[in-house]
């Protein structure tokens, strides 16, 4: 079984930092893709960062020079740093990952059970 968590969530002032931490655990060969999304109040889960894993990363627009995705491959995690956030950043956030569990299988998707982020005065 795989399973993915989520921590680092939390309620903070417009303005500052949060850093989230997704960390894979379980039977895991391989993990490919890592991304970040987040789903405001009402509205609709969109994905915010990826990082692949040769480290290369793509971000939303919304998010370019605020937000950076990284991972650690040897602990199989992934982070996201996440600075001068607003208000319209309040969301769930969610890792998914595409996970191998044994060599030669196809990998799945996973996805963790997700972290609050309020951004408030």
């Known amino acids: 079984q795989v399973q993915l968590v989520e921590s680092g969530g939390g309620l903070v002032q417009p303005g500052g930092s949060l850093r989230l931490s997704c960390a894979a655990s379980?039977?895991?060969?391989?993990?490919?893709?890592m991304v970040w999304y987040r789903q405001p109040p009402g509205k609709q889960r969109e994905s915010v960062a990826l990082?692949?894993?040769?480290?290369?990363?793509n971000y939303a627009d919304s998010v370019k020079g605020r937000f950076t995705i990284s991972r650690d491959n040897a602990k199989n995690t992934a982070y996201l740093q996440m600075n001068n956030l607003q208000p319209e950043d309040t969301a769930v956030y969610y890792c998914?990952?595409?996970?191998?569990?044994?060599?030669?299988?196809?990998?799945?998707?996973?996805w963790g059970q997700g972290t609050q982020v309020t951004v408030s005065s």
């Open positions: 379980g039977s895991i060969y391989s993990i490919g893709d």
């Open positions: 990082i692949i894993s040769d480290g290369r990363t």
């Open positions: 998914n990952a595409r996970i191998r569990a044994r060599a030669f299988t196809s990998p799945s998707d996973y």
